[in-house]
């Protein structure tokens, strides 16, 4: 069972935060095939949101084929999951890059630079260096 974390002050709507926690944690394995997320009811009352939401969140991940409904028992993690889940990690970490990318041009900062960084943190990670986390 995971925790989401919603922010109702955030721009992105509550449904596309569940979604977007949901799609990471079966790219980072915490959630698996035929792992149970928590029932519409349950998490909108753990969260203290409409469960009309959760239901909006619930059936976008049904459509993309990240979940399942099983009738009377509960919505599961899809055993294509973990397919799928090689797609989105690919382009969320296509999309944490592009936000690097676009903040570093926009401090007019040097491709080769921005390469000789990306780089050096590439070798740091593969060494098994832990990469810290700005305050």
């Not at 009377?72 to 973990?82: E, F, L, P, R, V």
């Amino acid at each position: 069972m995971i925790r989401l974390r919603l922010d109702p002050a955030s721009p992105s709507p509550l449904y596309s935060q569940i979604m977007e926690q949901v799609r990471w944690a079966v790219a980072a394995g915490a959630l698996r095939p035929d792992d149970e997320l928590p029932s519409v009811r349950a998490l909108a009352a753990e969260q203290l949101i409409n469960p009309n939401t959760v239901a909006r969140a619930y059936l976008e991940l049904e459509r993309e084929g990240l979940v399942t409904k099983k009738r009377g028992t509960g919505t599961y993690i899809s055993t294509q999951a973990a397919r799928l889940s090689e797609k989105h990690r690919a382009r969320m970490v296509a999309g944490l890059l592009d936000k690097v990318l676009r903040q570093a041009t926009d401090i007019h900062m040097p491709l080769e630079q921005i390469r000789e960084i990306f780089e050096e943190r590439l070798k740091a990670v593969n060494a098994g260096a832990v990469v810290e986390k700005e305050p």
